[in-house]
């Protein structure tokens, strides 16, 4: 499930997705619904407002699945605060990237924006610090998973 509020959700593993709409953003790790998600910048976005949700699976070594929202303002801000940013899911090695573009998050809604990633009960989890994401002065950040724990294992990958 690709979320218009910033986040990817396998949902609970039997197709169902309680609570994927949901534009109030929590810590992870957290067992409330939304879990078994991916989150490059979950916060209360509106693509009906303008710009747009795009996602392409690219056969390319490595293989990878790219979601990019861009230009996507927050809710009910006249579609202005708009932001650019992707979701990599790197096939078969554990890492997703997040890049990012031009954010501007006011913060509206939803509370603070929430960066990171959460298995599929919500008991194993990794949030990110947001502060270096929305002032520009961090434009890529990698996660990767060891079986057992999330990663950050870089940061200064080439920005979107």
Known sequence: FVSSNGFLSFGDGDGNCTSCGRFSTESFPDPDDPNNMI?????DLDPTDGGNITYKYVMDMPDKFV???T???EFDSGGNNTNTFQAILYYGSGCIEYKYGSLD???LFGGN???GVENIDGTVGLDYPTASILDGSITCVRLCYDGTNYD???VTGDPL
Do not use: F, M, R, Y
Request: hydrophobic share 50%; charged share 10%; proline share 15%.
């Open 67 to 69: 979601t990019q929202w």
């Open 152 to 154: 950050v294992v870089d």
């Open 71 to 73: 230009e996507v303002p």
């Open 113 to 115: 924006p929430t960066v």
């Open 39 to 43: 989150a490059p910048l979950w916060n």
């Open 105 to 107: 998050l006011q913060v």
